[in-house]
């Protein structure tokens, strides 16, 4: 093959996507979500010290984009170590919007 036939091999592989777009793109996921998890620590710490109460509203996000990724991964990898956490991570996310809405059933008067 000749080069411009490899180079355009790859970019129809890569849907034009540069590989160094495409890391940068992962990274920023992965920093996303390492502050979206700070975030929502943050905030069920201080709903804990300011009004003793536990807030599940957050986690039901996080855990839901978490659950996503994973199964986006798994879907396109096949490993099944990805779905396990995929799983693990809907689950958290169920239990959660379970804590979120009985916390709304107990403002409810």
């Not at 093959?1 to 992962?26: F, G, Q, T």
């Not at 693990?88 to 959660?96: C, D, E, N, Q």
């Amino acid at each position: 093959m000749k080069k411009e036939e490899i180079l355009n091999a790859s970019r129809k592989e890569h849907r034009n996507k540069d590989l160094a777009e495409m890391e940068v793109a992962y990274q920023a996921g992965c920093h996303a979500s390492r502050a979206g998890a700070l975030v929502c620590c943050l905030l069920s710490w201080l709903s804990s010290m300011l009004v003793h109460i536990m807030i599940y509203s957050p986690w039901v996000i996080y855990f839901s984009i978490l659950a996503t990724q994973w199964l986006v991964r798994f879907i396109k990898m096949k490993r099944k170590s990805d779905l396990v956490l995929s799983v693990l991570f809907f689950i958290l996310a169920i239990l959660a919007f379970v804590g979120f809405v009985c916390r709304l059933l107990e403002v409810r008067v």
